[in-house]
């Protein structure tokens, strides 16, 4: 896949595992990704995303696995996230 994660993810409300490991998507991770509030696994890595981590990711609170590594993102966590992660099994930002 080419281009970028389209604004439409919202839509996708029931969504619980989503990978786009190893693509060629650019740009930035769209902040409403935290609409995704069943999300428990998201794999974004081995892309080309700039820029920083959206704070929506600290709503994804059944978040279990996240991984984000091999990308050009800046910056840190959203101070939030480590509130509503406790349960997390995987972080990989690498």
């Known amino acids: 896949l080419r281009g970028s994660i389209p604004a439409e993810l919202e839509k996708l409300t029931k969504l619980e595992t989503f990978s786009l490991e190893s693509n060629e998507l650019t740009g930035t991770i769209p902040s409403?990704?935290?609409?995704?509030?069943?999300?428990?696994?998201?794999?974004?890595?081995?892309?080309?995303?700039?820029?920083?981590?959206?704070t929506g990711l600290s709503d994804?609170?059944?978040?279990?696995?996240?991984t984000m590594q091999q990308n050009s993102l800046t910056g840190t966590l959203p101070?939030?996230?480590?509130?509503?992660?406790?349960d997390m099994i995987s972080l990989n930002l690498n």
């Open 32 to 54: 409403n990704i935290g609409a995704l509030l069943k999300m428990k696994q998201l794999d974004l890595g081995h892309n080309e995303f700039v820029g920083t981590i959206p």
């Open 60 to 66: 994804l609170t059944n978040l279990e696995v996240l």
């Open 79 to 86: 101070k939030r996230f480590g509130l509503y992660h406790k």
